[in-house]
């Protein structure tokens, strides 16, 4: 999605930058319009490095491409992050004496404003009247907080944390096709000690079933997310709209999984599971000396979590799994997913390939879905976020 992220002069555009961050981590691309003044607080470099696009701020430049218009008509999305008193008063009354006031004017897209101000302007009428006429336009304001303010002083005005602006900001735009529906996504890779200090793991990144819970929040859902060891930084930006519950071991994943599933209505299992676990875990780091040149571990199998949430599942429940495979033919590969589909007895599975170099860690995904009988019924190619979209269109 084309998002246009306005930065006004606040100190708070300091944060802005995780906002940008998040919107492109979610496979969006970001064009910052930015105030001279917000120039003041954040460098043009680190946006530009983290937007990954030319930042725009002067009206009189790209005058030949009608710039002042063409970033609004592109934009499927406006954020403004912070949006300063002064700002707000602007964008009341159609001012367009900048390009951040050209751009919204331009453009037809949902405006989510995240007001930053000390409190005396957020409170002062003229700020409470903009307001409210910029939210009975149908405008988006997210916050702003209660909390400390840039001196001493504290209360309403600190501007909304960035995972917060950017789920408002999706909520803003999306269908709202699964509002309210109660949705179990568990992602990560679990891990067995073998002693305090190792583990027998896998290299699921989290980043799929991240992104499967992020859309499925950003389109209404009352999403659980059930994480195990995720990579740094995959849930940044999430807000509050999910409820994260951490776990580590296969059977903790187990045991979180079994007791939220009894509500779900959709579950998606995109969590990469360690199916055998060591018979016995060392209290005490296991030594050389003691172990000699060869370490035999016996490992002894783990629930299959999947197969037990499909033994119990209950009228109207959808059970998606996923399947990671090194298979490299199509045909093969397909037939191992209906196998699969079969055997745990999902109504739909997630199929990729894996392998050294792919998907583990990427932002990008390639998948085919299958229903209960094996038969494709879609294919997705391209972000995580964007194959988390397609994922959720077809299982809803
Ligand atoms: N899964 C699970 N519990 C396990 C193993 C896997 O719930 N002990 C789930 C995964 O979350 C995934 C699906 O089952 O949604 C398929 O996982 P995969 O590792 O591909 O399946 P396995 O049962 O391990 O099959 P195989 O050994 O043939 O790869």
Redesign the pocket.
């Known amino acids: 999605m084309n998002v246009v992220v306005g930065i006004t002069g606040g100190i708070a555009a300091y944060k802005a930058v995780n906002v940008v961050r998040g919107l492109v981590l979610a496979g969006h691309d970001v064009h910052v319009v930015a105030t001279d003044a917000a120039l003041r607080f954040v460098g043009r470099p680190t946006l530009e490095a983290i937007s990954r696009n030319p930042v725009h701020s002067e009206l009189y430049e790209g005058v030949a491409e009608v710039r002042h218009v063409a970033i609004g008509q592109a934009a499927e999305l406006i954020v403004v992050a912070p949006a300063t008193a002064n700002t707000i008063a602007k964008l009341a009354h159609g001012l367009a004496d900048d390009l951040l006031g050209n751009t919204v004017l331009a453009s037809s897209a949902p405006l989510v404003l995240a007001p930053a101000m000390h409190t005396e302007m957020w409170q002062n009428p003229a700020t409470v009247a903009n307001v409210a006429a910029l939210r009975s336009r149908g405008v988006h304001i997210v916050g702003p907080e209660t909390g400390q303010l840039t001196g001493t002083d504290a209360g309403p005005g600190r501007m909304a944390e960035p995972g917060e602006i950017i789920a408002e900001a999706l909520r803003a735009v999306r269908p709202r096709d699964l509002e309210a529906r109660r949705v179990l996504v568990?992602a990560g890779g679990t891990r067995e000690p073998l002693d305090p200090v190792r583990f027998i793991g896998n290299r699921s990144s989290g980043k799929q079933g991240v992104a499967v819970a992020r859309a499925a929040a950003a389109r209404g859902a009352d999403v659980t997310l059930i994480v195990a060891n995720l990579d740094d930084g995959v849930m940044d930006g999430l807000g509050s709209a999910v409820k994260v519950l951490h776990v580590s071991t296969?059977r903790e994943l187990q045991e979180a999984t079994l007791l939220a599933a009894g509500t779900a209505e959709l579950i998606v299992?995109?969590?990469?599971?360690a199916?055998y676990r060591p018979e016995t875990v060392a209290s005490d780091k296991i030594k050389k000396e003691t172990q000699g040149d060869t370490l035999e571990l016996r490992l002894v199998k783990?629930?299959?979590?999947?197969?037990e949430l499909t033994d119990a599942r209950h009228d109207d429940q959808v059970i998606v799994?996923?399947?990671?495979?090194t298979e490299p033919d199509r045909d093969a590969l397909l037939t191992l997913g209906a196998a699969?589909a079969a055997r745990?007895g999902v109504d739909y599975l997630v199929v990729n390939r894996v392998g050294w170099t792919e998907t583990f860690g990427s932002d990008e995904n390639s998948v085919m879905v299958l229903d209960a009988r094996g038969h494709i019924v879609a294919e997705a190619d391209g972000s995580k976020a964007s194959v988390a979209e397609r994922i959720l269109d077809v299982v809803r």
């Open positions: 568990t296969t299992m995109a969590a990469a599971v199916d783990n629930p299959d979590i999947l197969h799994g996923f399947a990671a495979e699969k745990k």
